[in-house]
């Protein structure tokens, strides 16, 4: 099993930027890839970002291309999401996530469910 705890969440205006980050501890080699995913009120749960544990290669959502950047420590066990030029509609609940099996094709790295732990996520703000 993979814990995971987030932090670095707040409130920041329109323009701002935010650094979350997710230690993670536990099975630690076993993670292929770490996610970051995001929930509105009322929505779903949206994929925001992703990094292979291994090469570190990243996968990012069409909303956060340019603005986001998602990093890890392997010696640390910890992810990072910086996040600049922040727009109302980024306010969300934001979840560290652990993939364990391994995925051939990008695409599943983007699906929730194919994660096998979360964080508790952390609250994210943006007043305009």
């Known amino acids: 099993q993979v814990q995971l705890v987030e932090s670095g969440g707040g409130l920041v205006q329109a323009g701002g930027s935010l650094r979350l980050s997710c230690a993670a501890s536990?099975?630690?080699?076993?993670?292929?890839?770490m996610g970051w995913f995001r929930q509105a009120p009322g929505k779903e749960r949206d994929f925001v970002t992703a990094i292979s544990w291994s090469d570190g290669d990243t996968y990012y959502a069409d909303s956060v291309k340019g603005r986001f950047t998602i990093s890890r420590d392997n010696a640390k066990n910890t992810v990072d999401l910086q996040m600049n030029s922040l727009k109302p509609e980024d306010t969300a609940v934001y979840y560290c996530a652990a993939q364990r099996r391994y995925y051939r094709g990008s695409y599943y790295y983007t699906i929730g469910s194919t994660y096998d732990s979360w964080g508790q996520g952390t609250q994210v703000t943006v007043s305009s």
């Open positions: 536990g099975s630690i080699f076993s993670i292929n890839h």
